[in-house]
Nanobody, 115 residues
Framework: QGQLVESGGGLVQPGGALRLSCAAS????????MGWYRQAPGKQRESVAT???????NYADSVRGRFSISRDNANNAVYLQMNSLKPEDTAVYYC?????????WGQGTQVTVSS
């Protein structure tokens, strides 16, 4: 059974930067789409950024131009560089991947943007 492990969350001041990392392991078949989602208190989980095997990316309007997603296919890893962070970016961030049509989630990492 495959799993996803995230790292890199924490507390940062507004305007600061963080880099999230996620490693997928234990999957028998190829990992296709990967991405990052987030869930703030009292809100639904939302897509932040996704990236295909070929490197095509999609971003939420709220983060476009500030966040950048990338991946390392050889190591089944995905990254999220977050710049110019705002208090409204505060949430638990979840790594996601799809393997032969089934979705898998990481355990989540807290990102708090506060002065």
């Amino acid at each position: 059974q495959g799993q996803l492990v995230e790292s890199g969350g924490g507390l940062v001041q507004p305007g600061g930067a963080l880099r999230l990392s996620c490693a997928a392991s234990g999957f028998t078949f190829r990992v296709s789409d990967m991405g990052w989602y987030r869930q703030a208190p009292g809100k639904q989980r939302e897509s932040v950024a996704t990236i295909s095997n070929g490197g095509s990316t999609n971003y939420a309007d709220s983060v476009r131009g500030r966040f950048s997603i990338s991946r390392d296919n050889a190591n089944n890893a995905v990254y999220l560089q977050m710049n110019s962070l705002k208090p409204e970016d505060t949430a638990v961030y979840y790594c996601y991947c799809r393997v032969i049509g089934r979705g898998y989630w990481g355990q989540g990492t807290q990102v708090t943007v506060s002065s």
